[in-house]
């Protein structure tokens, strides 16, 4: 398996850390040419004037511009005390010692300077990683979706109008419309775990949901099958909270965990695609003929598709400017500090749209959403309805091809049609020079290219 970039990443000692390292670093060698010769322990003497310049260039290197040069000037300071000392003069032979003075520093600083233009562009590229490996998760998950569908579909008589996909948009519309204070996985994981036996042949399993902290509740645990003895610190649960993957007998042997006497089957974790861990179902019963690679490769996606489901539903429930200005802030700051460029869709939904035709309008544009594109509708008294779309690690030219993406669907909408003219497109380019506040402000008071659908 290729490591990741951030595996590969090294991480920077404490700042306190990196100061006194600095400092022995810079004194170090020095002291190696006191030792070598106490009468000129700099060794300006004896042709080995670049000894003083290791410490600024293996600080600089390592911490960057500010210690590199740090160090140098350190270094300056010791060449003008070393002449005190000797010689009774600060600058004493000057002419030699300005030279390696104006070495030192250019030393310290090139080699600082390098080091922290490396360090950007890998935390540029970190960034630039952690989103495509999230569009990437999501694709690939869909893909998986669409080919266990395809093949049940095909085992199923051609009269059953009903998808495993069908089955799971059906489930993800319910919880989108519960109440805000509602507690999805107490009050409805046994709809979950009905789902989880109806598509996927499960006779007894228990769902338990995680705390914030990754650790199980099993006093919110629900039940399907009948209850059964289960030990809430079995090593196979334990693996799966670890891993935030499926663990199966198979897998656990393969791992060299103990699964003597084990009373689990299976543990299919429901994790997003961020891998954020919201519960755990541990299956304790299932058909033999059932327990085979495929089936047990389609109870990890339908795992996975129930964590993306639970992570929207709780996206949609906690709602709230606060947190959608967290998510354009992110990007700000991204934008800020490692120049990855960002668009603020903004989809204004004129008047003369019937509340009917503007709900189908944002049903359509939300469901052509990437893994990574946040959206979320602002209502404005007297006005029409707003709808903002974030599209992460997008350059402004890719807005023209996004509009005329729009106009294709909306005019081809049923119910729509003709009235896509009365949806008018802005966008704001989110480059960091303004902040998530002002990017959310009304068009009156911001800048904003303009399209219409």
């Not at 032979?93 to 390098?114: C, F, H, W």
């Not at 929207?312 to 959608?324: A, C, S, W």
């Not at 049609?417 to 704001?428: D, I, P």
Request: charged share 20%; hydrophobic share 45%.
């Amino acid at each position: 398996m290729t490591p990741s970039i951030d595996k590969q990443q090294a991480t920077l000692a404490p700042r306190g850390l990196q100061r006194l390292e600095t400092l022995v670093i810079t004194l170090a060698f020095p002291v190696i040419g006191w030792i070598i010769n106490p009468d000129d322990p700099l060794l300006l003497d004896s042709g080995l004037t670049w000894l003083l310049a290791i410490g600024p260039l293996l600080v600089g290197m390592r911490y960057g511009f500010a210690l590199g040069f740090s160090s140098a000037l350190v270094s300056v300071m010791l060449m003008g005390l070393e002449g005190w000392w000797y010689h009774g003069d600060w600058l004493a032979d000057s002419s030699q010692r300005l030279p390696v003075a104006i070495a030192l520093i250019l030393v310290g600083m090139l080699a600082g300077e390098m080091a922290d233009t490396w360090r950007r562009r890998l935390q540029q590229m970190t960034v630039v990683h952690q989103a495509q490996s999230t569009r990437l998760d999501e694709f690939i998950r869909h893909y998986q979706l669409l080919r266990v569908s395809h093949d049940q579909l095909a085992e199923r008589l051609a009269a059953n109008p009903f998808t495993l996909r069908d089955a799971l948009k059906a489930l993800e519309a319910k919880y989108q419309s519960l109440a805000p204070d509602d507690d999805v996985l107490r009050h409805h994981g046994s709809e979950l775990l009905n789902f989880l036996a109806l598509h996927a042949r499960v006779q007894q399993a228990v769902l338990i949901p995680v705390d914030h902290r990754q650790q199980l509740q099993p006093d919110a645990s629900t039940w399907f099958g009948g209850e059964t003895d289960l030990t809430w610190h079995d090593p196979m649960l334990c693996a799966c909270l670890e891993q935030r993957r499926m663990i199966c007998l198979k897998s656990a042997m393969e791992q060299g965990i103990n699964i003597d006497n084990a009373p689990l089957l299976a543990v299919v974790p429901l994790v997003d695609v961020e891998q954020r861990l919201y519960a755990v179902v541990a299956i304790t019963a299932m058909p033999f003929i059932d327990f085979h690679r495929g089936h047990l490769h389609l109870l990890a996606v339908l795992g996975a598709q129930l964590g993306d489901m639970l992570k929207q539903t709780q996206h949609t429930l906690e709602g709230g400017n606060t947190d959608q200005r967290a998510v354009v802030a992110r990007w700000v700051r991204h934008a800020r500090d490692h120049q990855l460029i960002s668009l603020l869709v903004t989809i204004d939904f004129s008047a003369q749209l019937g509340h009917d035709q503007t709900a189908l309008a944002i049903d359509s544009i939300v469901s052509q959403q990437r893994g990574l594109d946040r959206s979320w509708v602002a209502d404005r008294a007297g006005c029409s309805s707003r709808l903002y779309v974030l599209l992460p690690l997008t350059q402004p030219s890719a807005f023209a091809i996004y509009a005329e993406r729009l106009k294709e669907t909306l005019a081809a909408q049923p119910g729509i049609g003709e009235a896509c003219q009365h949806v008018a497109l802005s966008y704001q380019v989110i480059d960091g020079r303004l902040s998530a506040r002002k990017l959310m402000l009304p068009n009156d008071q911001r800048e904003a290219h303009h399209a219409h659908a």
